[in-house]
């Protein structure tokens, strides 16, 4: 079976410690609020974010993103 499932995105924000690397990372997917604390665009991207939903979780320094397989 091929089917992976829908990408969905999980975000334990009481961690986010501001500093952006997800915004830059994955911009259609993650935005900062005014304070810098990720926001979620989008928590159940398409497919083609995948490599860059990576890249954010890989470069965010406090573990703040994960994703959920449903
Ligand atoms: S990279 Fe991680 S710590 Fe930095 S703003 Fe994004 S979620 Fe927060």
Known sequence: MSDVGAMRILLDVDKCIAVGQCL???????????SGIVVLLDSMPPESERPAVMNA????P?????LAQD
């Open 57 to 60: 979780i890989t470069r965010c």
């Open 62 to 66: 406090a573990d703040v993103i994960s």
């Open 24 to 34: 830059l990372a994955a911009p259609k997917v993650f935005d900062l609020d005014d």
